[in-house]
């Protein structure tokens, strides 16, 4: 499903390659995989693996861990210091303990630079591949074409294996590392391999019977299994317990990720004979998707109820007051939220939305305000900048609704919208301005993504 800038999780949609955010606002990002962003979840991604990025050397604040909309099993690395999770792994994950695992092995890719190195299992791959058609069409020209064709599949099938031998190396070089960093940061590697399990049942399930992995680009689980059994168990950290207060907030993201990703299904999952938190929290965002909102309001008052100032509890209830039509009394709840995380920019956004919402001129100045600090914490937020660029116009300020729209256009990866809107920004803002500065640096980079596209375009042709 494809979420609507208007109907939010408090996850947004951002592209991989640029970025979006809002509650649950949406963007089809070029590499065709979405990203759901929300505040608690990303939290969670960085209390938890923190100790791990420190133990593989890495700065915290350099490494992102990034949610995909997707429900396959999966996760991994494409460039620069990012983990992506798969939202299947998310909801398939049992505890905690197994998803850093996960991320522990992931980063093991991050801090041996394998996305760069790839390069070079793909160069001696491609030189045997070359190397045999040179060579089978010489025993072509030869008078020799089942010879010659003979060589050139045997040439391709060794490329392969030289490749798929390449990448297994590094995914065992990732498990050895991740298995440090666990233990570096006094993590059980039982998460792990229990999490290997899960993926030798799915190879059961889809009849992967093989013996070994050569023709394989990962281990076999049965492989990655057995290699790592000792290392984890002879570890001091075997039998260590997971911090229970990560657990409970694990056990919370997982349920309001399925209640929104698999709503139709949710309440099967989580019946209402389920009276813990996460039930009730996963119960909320099914019955809001499903269109029943008092019973989506009664789940959040219950979650609230049981913890007052928890500022996402809080968030939930203004978001489903404010998607349901009712931004007035979003406000007041949102406002709480805000209060209570301080920290969380996504959550003042909802806030500047319902604000304008009410179409109330009086709410304008206190939008303009809380999107203008949530957009310094996080500028990368299409939602915001579309939400203040509303702000700006209502003033009048065309110049700076317009280097909004600019925002929003470069972030989405729309280079052509984005130079408009540049040089329209550019024309009625005071040249030398932070804000013209800004708006020159977006048109600059527009022109050169467009340069790019179309040079791309010709050699394509």
């Not at 991989?16 to 649950?24: D, E, P, W």
């Not at 070359?130 to 010659?148: D, R």
């Not at 990720?257 to 698999?262: D, E, W, Y």
Request: cysteine-free.
């Amino acid at each position: 499903m494809t979420p609507l800038p208007t109907r939010p999780l408090r996850w947004a949609l951002r592209s991989v390659m640029l970025g979006l955010t809002l509650a649950f606002a949406a963007i089809q990002p070029a590499a065709a995989q979405s990203i759901l962003r929300d505040s608690e979840t990303e939290l969670m991604f960085r209390d938890m693996s923190r100790p791990l990025i420190q133990a593989a050397g890495l700065d915290p604040a350099n490494v992102k861990i990034v949610l995909i909309n997707d429900d396959e099993i999966n996760a991994f690395v494409a460039g620069g210091q990012i983990v992506y999770i798969h939202s299947g792994l998310l909801t398939r994950a049992d505890n905690a303990n197994q998803l850093q695992g996960v991320i522990a092995h992931e980063l093991g890719h991050v801090a041996g630079g394998h996305v760069i190195r790839i390069g070079e299992g793909a160069k001696a791959a491609t030189g045997i591949t070359l190397l045999s058609l040179v060579l089978g069409a010489a025993a072509i020209a030869a008078g020799a074409p089942e010879a010659g064709m003979g060589i050139i599949m045997a040439g391709q099938r060794a490329a392969m294996g030289n490749f798929f031998a390449f990448t297994r190396a590094q995914e065992s070089s990732s498990d050895l590392a991740g298995a440090s960093y666990l233990s570096k940061a006094g993590y059980s590697g039982k998460g792990s391999l229990d999490f290997f399990k899960k993926l030798q049942n799915q190879e059961y399930r889809l009849a992967i019977y093989a013996k070994d992995s050569y023709d394989r680009t990962h281990p076999l689980s049965s492989e990655r299994i057995e290699a790592l059994t000792q290392v984890y168990r002879k570890d001091p950290a075997w039998d260590k317990p997971t911090d229970p207060k990560i657990e409970a907030r694990f056990q919370r993201v997982k349920a309001k990720l399925i209640g929104f990703v698999n709503s139709k299904n949710a309440v099967t999952i989580y019946p209402e004979s389920d009276q813990s938190v996460p039930a009730h929290y996963a119960r909320a965002y099914a019955y809001h998707l499903g269109a029943y909102p008092e019973k989506a309001l009664s789940e959040a008052d219950f979650l609230i109820a049981k913890a007052p100032d928890d500022p996402f509890f809080l968030e939930l209830k203004g978001q489903i007051l404010l998607e349901s039509g009712r931004p007035k009394e979003a406000i007041p709840v949102l406002r709480r939220s805000v209060a209570q995380a301080a920290d969380q920019p996504m959550i003042a956004v909802m806030l500047g939305h319902a604000l304008i919402a009410t179409e109330d001129d009086k709410n304008f100045a206190e939008a303009k305000s809380v999107l203008k600090a949530a957009v310094n914490r996080d500028n990368d937020n299409p939602f915001a900048w579309m939400q203040l660029g509303i702000v700006y116009d209502r003033e009048g300020d065309r110049a700076r609704a317009a280097l909004a729209t600019a925002e929003r256009n470069n972030l989405e990866g729309k280079p052509k919208l984005a130079l408009i809107s540049a040089k329209t920004a550019m024309a009625g803002i005071p040249k030398g301005t932070p804000d013209f500065i800004r708006a020159q640096d977006i048109a600059m980079v527009s022109e050169a993504e467009l340069k790019k596209n179309k040079k791309g375009n010709k050699s394509g042709e």
